[in-house]
């Protein structure tokens, strides 16, 4: 079997619901939809997670892998990768970005010869209900819906998630810029849930060292499963953690540093930023060998989410809760739409390679969005647009 064509096509997924983090208005997602062809009529598919990896693809990966073994993703990754320990000094990580696109696809490949899921060619289910948590955030308006503007409307957002889909894990953010108010929402949404439910808290880096500091005293009291890069820094976090002891993740997958300052606690991965399947396998073994905790990401599309949940069934190290932003998409790029966690869990699918099925109408229609729009501004600075927002901001 020999490849004959690789196709990137970056789309776009605006959100039904927009929503407000430490760096801006995220305002949906631009993703990258990886095409591989083969000579035995098996299609595989795989996602990227920039708008900057469909250039990087076409234009400098797509022709080195025509008549090469999809099965070989070895000699594919040296085709394409130059050597990952020195691509921070040269190109940063995006050729390892687009490759970990272009190796789901292989995977998919690899599953649809056998005719297996990909957690069954990894050795088989440790568990197949794949458990993730609803988010909250402020929200901005946008058509019919109001936003979220106020503590009391973020609470029966999340109680409303519960009543309606058996939630009770949670994640949100927490960069209001203003300590007590951040406090407060805790405080509420714990009232509000109850003592059985997990709530994990994001800042993405928003707080200087003092407010952290007083902010983690605040909810201390309220059971924080995990907070997300409180600080800018590992070398911040270290300090925090003098001063509390709630657990600390981040979505920088930095294993070596964390071994030396002793945070965080758990690494928010995403397979393409590591390199691919088999890379993640590595880092997640690493981890578990460490004592550091795993979970996937949120925001990328239906491709890259089933990978995750094909992982998260195969290695019993995953064990937390990943991120969603499922109910903010206005639609996804797989038959069947998003996916719709109930009960707090999805369960694995079960097709052959990803498990999925691409729907190729959902895929024209995104790229055409893109076409027209250019990528998803996921920074967008309400108060003065033509600026970006610089941390930390409380």
């Given at each position: 079997m020999k490849i004959t064509s690789v196709k990137a096509e970056a789309f776009n997924i605006p959100f039904k619901m927009p929503y407000k983090w430490s760096v801006g208005g995220y305002m949906g997602v631009t993703r990258v939809l990886v095409t591989i062809e083969t000579d035995s009529g098996i299609v595989g598919y795989g996602e990227a997670p920039s708008w900057e990896c469909e250039n990087d693809i076409n234009h400098h990966m797509a022709q080195k892998l025509i008549g090469a073994d999809p099965l070989d993703i070895a000699h594919c990754e040296e085709l394409c990768v130059p050597e990952m320990k020195v691509l921070m000094n040269t190109d940063g990580i995006l050729p390892r970005m687009s490759f970990g696109g272009i190796e789901m696809a292989l995977w998919d490949i690899r599953g649809k010869l056998w005719n297996l899921p990909i957690y069954k060619l990894l050795g088989g289910a440790v568990r197949k209900e794949i458990p993730f948590c609803e988010y909250y955030s402020y929200l901005f308006p946008k058509g019919d819906f109001s936003g979220l503007n106020t503590i009391d409307e973020i609470v029966?957002?999340?109680?409303?998630?519960?009543?309606?889909?058996?939630?009770?894990?949670?994640?949100?953010?927490?960069?209001?810029?203003?300590?007590?108010?951040?406090?407060?929402?805790?405080?509420?949404?714990?009232?509000?849930?109850?003592?059985?439910?997990?709530?994990?808290?994001?800042?993405n880096m928003a707080w200087a060292l003092p407010s952290a500091i007083e902010l983690c005293k605040g909810i201390e009291p309220y059971n924080i499963r995990q907070f997300e890069d409180p600080v800018p820094t590992f070398w911040d976090m270290k300090k925090l953690?003098?001063?509390?002891?709630?657990?600390?993740?981040?979505?920088?997958?930095?294993?070596?540093?964390?071994?030396?300052?002793?945070?965080?606690?758990?690494?928010?991965?995403?397979t393409t930023s590591l390199g691919g399947i088999n890379r993640t396998v590595g880092f997640i073994n690493a981890c578990e060998r460490m004592g550091i905790n795993v979970s996937f990401y949120s925001g990328d599309a239906g491709v890259a989410t089933a990978v995750y949940m094909q992982l998260s069934a195969a290695l019993w190290h995953i064990r937390e809760p990943h991120q969603s932003l499922f109910r903010f998409m206005e639609y996804d790029i797989i038959k069947g739409g998003t996916f719709c966690p109930k009960n707090n869990v999805v369960p694995v699918p079960e097709g052959p390679g990803i498990g999925v099925e691409v729907d190729l109408d959902a895929v024209k229609y995104g790229h055409e969005l893109y076409k027209k729009q250019g990528p998803i501004n996921q920074y967008y600075n309400s108060k003065a647009p033509e600026k970006f927002i610089r941390l930390p901001i409380g």
């Open positions: 029966a957002y999340c109680v409303k998630r519960k009543e309606e889909f058996g939630s009770t894990y949670f994640e949100g953010k927490c960069s209001s810029g203003d300590v007590k108010k951040d406090i407060l929402l805790i405080k509420e949404l714990r009232n509000a849930l109850g003592d059985d439910a997990i709530l994990r808290i994001d800042a953690r003098q001063h509390t002891a709630i657990p600390f993740s981040t979505h920088n997958p930095d294993i070596a540093l964390a071994a030396h300052l002793g945070v965080p606690d758990i690494f928010v991965v995403n």
